[in-house]
């Protein structure tokens, strides 16, 4: 035991200077943030970049890693605690399908059109997840999952600059789309909540309109947040099969990754009231940390001018993916009324 304890203090000496150095990244960008506007997970990710030297440091390497890694699944995981299924039942389910059927529409329409943009699936379910469910955090637990190679670290860093800037423009235009459409505050929150890829974005823009708006637009978003767990099942499935065939997995990932597994128990468990709101409110917030903190490894990790080379077609990409969800809820919204 003792031999175990030491191991673990070790290994602690050895990962503090990187996540620590996360850490300080983070606390910087939500500084900005809070003083500036700016969006705190593209500042966490930009600062990170910034650094991309100390991720060849031996003293932060491997901590800079085990942020990127581990410490990003922890905050998705959290996620689920701000989701209950009481949520779905308030908002009527004629509206949850639909939103749901945006989601699965979104990612498929990816999936079709990316080799006309010159990408392969990869990059094609990490933008169209982005775009359909919510943003950088999907982005970031899509990334978990798929299959690494040389170029994974770049296709997440792209995404998540790309789909920031689209949801952070969204959040000005969306609102004023939503009044030009003659929506009423529900569909108003509907439009807004299916449509704009982060969750900060989605507040913003719903809450400017107003507070009944806001709202709306928040449970519809977290629908789409809860949509994630079924999203990543599905794809670890399809990779277990491929990868008994391909050259570039070796193993099998998990059927359920661990942190899928806990993002989804802690849906249920909300949903059944087992949280106190004092909990709930202290685990978004270490939630929001851990992503940021995760964010910035990424950024340490990866070489800017790598992620130049992604290109124009990976831009258009996100854009008609962008466009093609915010079509698509329209077109529903109609349908529905």
């Known amino acids: 035991m003792m031999k175990s304890i030491f191991l673990n203090l070790q290994d602690m000496k050895l990962l503090s200077p990187g996540i620590l150095i996360s850490a300080l990244i983070a606390l910087a960008a939500q500084f900005i943030s809070d003083h500036y506007g700016a969006p705190a ?25 085990f942020s990127a890694r581990f410490i990003l699944r922890f905050g998705v995981a959290l996620l689920g605690m701000r989701i209950s299924f009481d949520m779905a039942a308030d908002l009527g389910w004629l509206i949850v399908f639909t939103v749901i059927g945006c989601v699965i529409a979104t990612i498929v329409f990816g999936l079709l059109i990316a080799h006309l943009f010159g990408h392969g699936l990869r990059f094609a379910f990490l933008s169209a997840g982005s775009v359909a469910i919510c943003g950088a955090s999907a982005a970031m637990a899509i990334s978990a999952i798929l299959p690494p190679d040389e170029r994974t670290e770049e296709r997440l860093v792209f995404t998540v600059i790309g789909v920031t800037i689209l949801s952070t ?30 969750v900060a974005q ?18 519809v978003k977290l629908i789409r947040v809860a949509m994630l767990a079924p999203v990543i099942l599905v794809a ?40 106190p709101d004092s ?20 950024g340490m990790n990866t070489a800017l001018k790598e992620v130049i080379k992604v290109g124009l077609p990976a831009i258009s990409l996100l854009v008609a993916e962008t466009a093609f969800i915010g079509c ?10």
């Open 202 to 219: 989605v507040v913003g823009a719903g809450f400017s309109i107003s507070e009944d708006t806001g709202d709306v637009a928040t449970v």
């Open 236 to 275: 670890v499935i399809i990779i277990r099969q491929v990868s008994t065939k391909s050259h570039y997995s070796a193993t099998k990932p998990p059927l359920v990754p661990g942190f899928v597994a806990a993002f989804s128990l802690l849906i249920t468990m909300n949903s059944f009231e087992v949280f």
């Open 41 to 65: 997970m593209l500042m966490s990710l930009l600062f990170g970049i910034s650094l991309n030297f100390l991720s060849d440091d031996p003293k932060c390497k491997l901590g800079i890693t």
């Open 328 to 337: 698509l809820t329209v077109a529903a919204l109609y349908w529905l009324a």
């Open 279 to 298: 909990l709930i409110l202290f685990a978004v917030e270490v939630s929001r940390w851990a992503l940021l903190t995760a964010i910035a490894a990424v």
């Open 169 to 198: 423009f969204a959040m000005i235009v969306y609102p004023i789309i939503a009044e030009a459409l003659n929506y009423d505050t529900k569909n108003s929150g509907i439009f807004i909540g299916a449509t704009i890829h982060d």
